[in-house]
């Protein structure tokens, strides 16, 4: 059973910078995001109204900034970030999140820093600068700074992860992201029928009936159905078994990419390899005297 929940999710995140590629088709980056938040809200909306009120209130403080920087700011950076850059790099530049978890423990969380994980950076640092400069021709050029969102986005969850282990670890995992999307989920649909043409696009986009499905697939199994195979997993095994799917995702990132029809170069292939090989180095653990 977590063979098969570790697998499932992997193929579920995997998949989800694919179904960003088919949003963008009908709407705008700005729509995608605000959509993909609003649909992972709705469907987590139930769990949110029951818990919300029994919370205490710094506690809801801290919802709403888990919500700004673990969900609804990535949201929007990712999609920015797909209008340039396929969705097989961005599947790879994702990979960098526990790197980012571990650097922000340590430079604001008192964390221990250690000189493997510093190898580990290094390494993943020079992949995603050469998936950065990997041009068409296969060769190095100008850099694509819209990978910068995509790194961007993974600080961001990075410090999300640090918020919750410092500060929220008395709520259940599920509470704290029902909640959290629910208080962020009322700026995303101002957002969405306020200032952008989302209306317009629905009603004259020929893909707009299928990428608004793949959006709200994204938000819905995504988001909610995939936090409770998450929290299952991290029940029945342990962390290092769970961290499995840093590794995977990517995998299936650039395998669903090159079935659709993306390209990949010679280096693009060397900037992921480095940036898996240093998130595997940062992660190892190291060896206990005598074992």
Known sequence: MAWFLLILLAIIWGNSFILIKKGLLAYSAGEV?????????????????????????????????????????????????????????????NALTPLFVVLIGALFFGHRFTRRNAIGLAISFVGSIVLALARAGGDLGAINYYAGLV??????????????????????????????????????????????????????????????????????????IALILFNKLVQMTTPMFTSFTTYLIPVVAV?????????????????????????????QKPKQPGA
């Open 33 to 93: 995001g605000a959509l993909r938040i609003l649909s992972a809200g709705l469907a987590l909306l139930p769990i949110a109204l029951r818990h919300v009120g029994k919370l205490e209130a710094r506690h809801r403080g801290l919802l709403l900034v888990i919500g700004l920087v673990g969900s609804f700011i990535p949201a929007f950076l990712f999609a920015k970030a797909q209008t340039q850059l396929s969705s097989s790099v961005t599947g790879i530049l």
């Open 151 to 224: 790194i961007l986005a993974t600080l961001c969850y990075g410090l999300n992860l640090n918020i919750i282990k410092a500060y929220l670890g008395s709520l259940k995992p599920v509470v704290i992201t029902s909640v959290s999307l629910a208080l962020v989920m009322p700026a995303a649909l101002v957002y969405l029928l306020g200032f952008t043409n989302f209306t317009t696009h629905l009603q004259t986009q020929p893909t707009a009936g299928w990428s608004l499905l793949a959006v709200v697939t994204l938000g819905v199994v995504g988001t909610a």
């Open 255 to 283: 395998i669903v990419g090159v079935l659709d029809g993306e390209l990949l170069l010679p280096m693009h292939f060397v900037g992921m390899a480095a940036v898996i090989a240093g998130v595997y180095i940062a992660n």
